[in-house]
C-alpha cells in the first residue's frame, strides 16, 4: 500500500545541535523524495529534494541521503538555529502521476 | 517566482452554504493539486488536475467539486459540507515531469475553513 513511516513525532535540540529525521516508503517503484517544512499558519515549503538515482544531497546546512535497497531517506540538519523550528514533513512519490504521500510530520523545536 | 496564491486566507460557512476556494499561478505550471490538511496531520491529496483535465480524483465527496478554468487557475466549490470538513485547504502546482513523473510541488499558504 501507500505508506510512509516518519520518526520521531517530535524532536527537541539546542541550538547548534545536529537535527536527524527518519523515513520509511513501502513502494520500491517510488522514485522522489522531498522534505517540506511547514511553519504555523502557512503551507508547506520545499527545503530539499532528492531522486532514486543519488544517494545523497546537500544544500547548505540542510542534507538528505537516500537507501533504495532499505526504502530509507533521512533528513540531517546542522548547526541547527530557533527559526529551524517547525513541522517537518517527508514525502515519496506513488505511482498514479505525480501523487505524493506524506509522511506523519516530525515537530522540531531548537531551543536558544 | 516559485509563488502559489490562495484565497481567501479565512472562511467561515454554513453547512447550507455555497462557497469558492481559489488558487493561481504564474510559474507556467501544467499541474495544479487540492490537499486537505487537518490539525497536527499531513497534507491528503484531493484532486489533481493535469493539462486541466482532472487526472486524479482520491474518492472525495461530491460536496467538493473542483474546477481548473485555465492553465493558471484552479477553483474548489463548496457545498453542503458537514463541520467535520473544517480544515486548511492546500493548493500546490508542479511541471508535469516526463512521462507523467513526479516534480517538485510548490503549495500555496492555504485557506483556513470552518464549517458550522
Known amino acids: 500500500g501507500e505508506n510512509v513511516e516518519q520518526h520521531p513525532s517530535t524532536l527537541s535540540v539546542q541550538e547548534g545541535d545536529s537535527a536527524v529525521i527518519k523515513c520509511t516508503y513501502s513502494d520500491s517503484a517510488s522514485n522522489y523524495f522531498p522534505w517540506y517544512k511547514q511553519e504555523l499558519g502557512k503551507g508547506p515549503q520545499l527545503i530539499i529534494d532528492i531522486r532514486s538515482n543519488v544517494g545523497e544531497k546537500k544544500d547548505q546546512r540542510i542534507a538528505v541521503t537516500l537507501n533504495k535497497t532499505a526504502k530509507h531517506f533521512s533528513l540531517h540538519i546542522t548547526e541547527t538555529q530557533p527559526e529551524d523550528s517547525a513541522v517537518y514533513f517527508c514525502?515519496?512519490?506513488?505511482?498514479?502521476?505525480?501523487?505524493?504521500?506524506f509522511g506523519t510530520g516530525t515537530r522540531l523545536l531548537v531551543s536558544p | 517566482d516559485t509563488e502559489v496564491t490562495q484565497t481567501p486566507k479565512h472562511l467561515v460557512m454554513g453547512m447550507t452554504n455555497k462557497k469558492s476556494l481559489k488558487c493561481e499561478q504564474h510559474?507556467?505550471?501544467?499541474?495544479m493539486y487540492w490537499y486537505k490538511q487537518k490539525a497536527k496531520k499531513p497534507p491528503e491529496l484531493m484532486f489533481v488536475?493535469?493539462?486541466?483535465?482532472?487526472?486524479i480524483n482520491e474518492s472525495v465527496p461530491s460536496r467538493f467539486s473542483p474546477e481548473c478554468p485555465n492553465s493558471s487557475l484552479l477553483n474548489l466549490h463548496l457545498h453542503a459540507l458537514q463541520p467535520e470538513d473544517s480544515a486548511l485547504y492546500l493548493c500546490?502546482?508542479?511541471?508535469?515531469?516526463?512521462?507523467?513523473?513526479?516534480?517538485?510541488?510548490?503549495f500555496g499558504p492555504g485557506t483556513r475553513l470552518t464549517v458550522l
Open positions: 510559474m507556467g505550471h501544467r499541474a
Open positions: 500546490a502546482s508542479s511541471q508535469p515531469g516526463p512521462g507523467g513523473a513526479t516534480d517538485t510541488q510548490y
Open positions: 514525502a515519496a512519490s506513488y505511482t498514479g502521476f505525480q501523487k505524493l504521500v
Open positions: 488536475y493535469s493539462y486541466e483535465k482532472l487526472s
